[in-house]
């Protein structure tokens, strides 16, 4: 018999996170089959990445597997906690409040702006001369 788990999906600028959580007795997380501590080397990352389950005191419970590519380490760390938190709603909807008020749940849309023809940068524009 297959284990019971649950999948969702996390994005922020061009990350994406495919995660899959687990009933577990121990709590554990792996991220493109390689240890938590050895993907994100920085405590403030591994924070960002916990602070899903720290906001609903769930943390012991899970095994965690994730399927992250693309941007930097900083939005994947984001866009991990964006698919956990979609995964533990869909494990139990009355944590939504919770993790809505820390907001966990809105996908964080801002994205570098894209360069424009003409211009040296997004809105930078060359040195203007009159003569």
Do not use: C
């Not at 990352?45 to 943390?59: P, Q």
């Not at 590519?69 to 995964?87: N, T, Y």
Request: glycine share 6%; proline share 3%; net charge positive.
């Amino acid at each position: 018999m297959a284990e019971k788990y649950i999948n969702a999906i996390g994005r922020r600028k061009t990350s994406t996170a495919n995660v899959r959580i687990t009933p577990a007795s121990k709590f554990s997380i792996t991220i493109n089959e390689r240890e938590f501590e050895n993907y994100f080397p920085t405590v403030e990352l591994r924070n960002t990445v916990k602070s899903a389950f720290d906001a609903v005191e769930l943390s012991q419970k899970f095994a965690v597997t994730a399927v992250i590519s693309g941007g930097g380490v900083s939005s994947q760390a984001d866009a991990l906690r964006h698919a956990i938190s979609r995964a533990l709603i869909i494990y139990d909807i009355n944590l939504r409040g919770k993790l809505k008020i820390k907001g966990f749940l809105k996908r964080d849309p801002r994205a570098k702006e894209r360069r424009k023809f003409g211009l040296k940068k997004a809105r930078k524009a060359p040195q203007w001369s009159k003569r």
